[in-house]
């Protein structure tokens, strides 16, 4: 960690400011393939994008808590309740519609983990981060995935053997940290842009997520559907293509009539975004 952010020592209410602003530059991105954003609203008929505005309007007490949590090294068990806190005031503020049930337990992790590590002067990159919560709350969270309850990701786990968003988070975040990351990185440096190098990440994000969100949708068929699309856009430039958007607009459109929506790869993309603003 460079002098300079050790000096600046973010506190709670500034590592929740960055989440929240997270999930709107998430919010902001299009194309995204099945996604909601401001220009449509995907493949779903229950939400748009002012739901999501909404929604992260509701979770704008949250992340601060959960990051003064975390630097005051706070039990698993009084994360939770602010998660599930959050989560109803979600769906208070959506009309009972999930909007980021998903952010609310991976994004809130990490938050928690940047609180103690700011605290403490420790390096907030994804790998310490995830090492941190794995560290202080793993066996927790541990014992919550193996209480999954019915939700739509938990019965994906049992029905397709894959990885939900606890498993993911209990092996380390790789697609977060192994492909996401980098590949945000990679593609600012070599565009300069924003908008470019976060459509870039989310696909390189649905070549290799086991999403549930698909599976939920569209059954092992439509996560390979989504995964070797995302590749075939990889494999001939990606974003330095200079076709790139249409390609990516033929995808969403194919995505919304087949019902599919890689909502995973979207809370995936807002946790690379969080890291990314604390380096």
């Given at each position: 960690?460079?002098?300079?952010?050790?000096?600046?020592?973010?506190?709670?209410?500034?590592?929740?400011?960055?989440?929240?602003?997270?999930?709107?530059?998430?919010?902001?991105?299009?194309?995204?393939?099945?996604?909601?954003?401001?220009?449509?609203?995907?493949?779903?008929?229950?939400m748009d994008?002012?739901?999501?505005?909404?929604?992260?309007?509701?979770?704008?007490?949250?992340?601060?808590?959960?990051?003064?949590?975390?630097?005051?090294?706070?039990?698993?068990?009084?994360?939770?309740?602010?998660?599930?806190?959050?989560?109803?005031?979600?769906?208070?503020?959506?009309?009972?519609?999930?909007?980021?049930?998903?952010?609310?337990?991976?994004?809130?992790?990490?938050?928690?983990?940047?609180?103690?590590?700011?605290?403490?002067?420790?390096?907030?990159?994804?790998?310490?981060?995830?090492?941190?919560?794995?560290?202080?709350?793993?066996?927790?969270?541990?014992?919550?995935?193996?209480?999954?309850?019915?939700?739509?990701?938990?019965?994906?786990?049992?029905?397709?053997?894959?990885?939900?968003?606890?498993?993911?988070?209990?092996?380390?975040?790789?697609?977060?940290?192994?492909?996401?990351?980098?590949?945000?990185?990679?593609?600012?440096?070599?565009?300069?842009?924003?908008?470019?190098?976060?459509?870039?990440?989310?696909?390189?994000?649905?070549?290799?997520?086991?999403?549930?969100?698909?599976?939920?949708?569209?059954?092992?068929?439509?996560?390979?559907?989504?995964?070797?699309?995302?590749?075939?856009?990889?494999a001939q430039?990606s974003v330095?293509?200079?076709?790139?958007?249409?390609?990516?607009?033929?995808?969403?459109?194919?995505?919304?009539?087949?019902?599919?929506?890689?909502?995973?790869?979207?809370?995936?993309?807002?946790?690379?975004?969080?890291?990314?603003?604390?380096?």
């Open positions: 960690m460079s002098a300079l952010k050790r000096s600046l020592r973010l506190d709670a209410a500034a590592i929740g400011a960055r989440a929240l602003d997270a999930l709107r530059a998430e919010l902001q991105l299009h194309p995204k393939p099945g996604l909601v954003s401001f220009v449509d609203s995907g493949a779903h008929d229950d994008a002012q739901t999501f505005v909404r929604s992260i309007a509701a979770l704008d007490e949250y992340f601060p808590a959960i990051a003064e949590a975390g630097a005051t090294t706070k039990p698993f068990a009084v994360l939770q309740r602010l998660g599930l806190d959050a989560e109803q005031k979600m769906l208070a503020a959506t009309g009972g519609v999930n909007t980021h049930r998903g952010a609310i337990f991976c994004l809130g992790l990490l938050v928690a983990a940047a609180g103690h590590a700011f605290a403490r002067g420790l390096p907030c990159d994804g790998d310490a981060l995830t090492r941190i919560a794995l560290e202080l709350w793993g066996a927790d969270i541990a014992a919550a995935a193996a209480r999954a309850g019915e939700s739509h990701g938990a019965r994906a786990v049992r029905a397709y053997g894959v990885r939900g968003a606890r498993e993911e988070f209990l092996a380390g975040l790789p697609v977060l940290n192994q492909v996401a990351l980098p590949a945000l990185k990679q593609a600012f440096r070599l565009t300069g842009c924003s908008e470019r190098a976060r459509a870039h990440a989310l696909f390189a994000i649905m070549s290799e997520l086991q999403d549930t969100n698909l599976l939920h949708r569209g059954g092992w068929e439509g996560l390979v559907y989504v995964q070797r699309a995302a590749r075939a856009f990889l430039g330095l293509h200079p076709g790139w958007r249409a390609c990516a607009l033929k995808l969403h459109g194919d995505c919304v009539a087949l019902n599919l929506s890689p909502g995973g790869a979207a809370d995936t993309l807002a946790a690379a975004i969080f890291l990314v603003s604390l380096s």
